[in-house]
Every structure is written in structure tokens, then in C-alpha cells.
């Protein structure tokens, strides 16, 4: 074996070492960012129904002459809860975008052109 095969094949064995300590936390750490995801479209659900409920008790207390003030302050509320919604909404979206659809196809190509050539 000449000294280039035996260099190629050193780099191939050290690669192969990475992975092998590598990819199971990469694989976990997607797993964990799907599940991450799912929690968090879990929530989105939860809050459009309590600010669906806030704006309904809003519109009830609004009605009522006696309770005017409490009808503005849980419309206060609602709007301030949807603009937390939205950016909740968006750091999912980022997530997704970013790692998901991008990041992750473009590293287990590079991992699985790695395993192909040194074996």
C-alpha cells in the first residue's frame, strides 16, 4: 500500500470515527427539534382558543355599561397575547425553515457521501 492509500485511507477511518460518535446526536437533536415543533404547534392551538375566549369576554363585558372598562382591558389583553402569537408563530417558522427543510437534507448528504466512500 503506498503512503497516499495508507493517508487516504487514515482520513477515511478518522471521518468514519466522527460520524460514528456524530451522527447519533445529530439524529437525536433533529428528533428533539421535530418534537420541539409539534409541542409548539400544540400551543399555537391552545392559544387561538384563549384568545378567541379573551375577545368573546371582551365583546360580553364591552356590552355592559358597568363593565366597559373591564371589556377594554381584556381586548388590551387579546392584543397583546396575539402579538406574542405571531411572534411565536414565526420563530416556528424559522425553525422549520432553517433547519428542517435546509440545514438537515444538506448534512445527511455530505454524512451518507462519507459512508459511501470509505467503505
Not at 446526536?25 to 379573551?54: I, P, Q, R
Not at 405571531?86 to 425553515?97: A, C, F, P, S, T
Request: proline share 2%.
Amino acid at each position: 500500500m503506498s503512503r497516499t492509500e495508507e493517508v487516504n485511507k487514515m482520513t477515511e477511518n478518522v471521518y468514519k470515527g466522527i460520524l460514528d460518535q456524530f451522527n447519533p446526536s445529530l439524529k437525536n437533536f433533529v428528533t428533539m427539534g421535530k418534537h420541539y415543533e409539534k409541542a409548539l404547534t400544540g400551543v399555537t392551538v391552545a392559544a387561538k382558543g384563549y384568545f378567541d375566549a379573551l375577545v368573546k369576554l371582551g365583546e360580553l363585558a364591552s356590552d355592559s355599561q358597568g363593565s366597559k372598562e373591564l371589556g377594554d382591558t381584556l381586548f388590551q389583553m387579546a392584543e397583546v397575547h396575539r402579538q406574542i402569537q405571531v411572534q411565536l408563530e414565526d420563530v416556528v417558522r424559522r425553525h422549520y425553515n432553517c433547519f428542517t427543510l435546509s440545514c438537515w437534507p444538506s448534512w445527511s448528504r455530505s454524512w451518507n457521501w462519507i459512508l459511501n466512500t470509505s467503505q
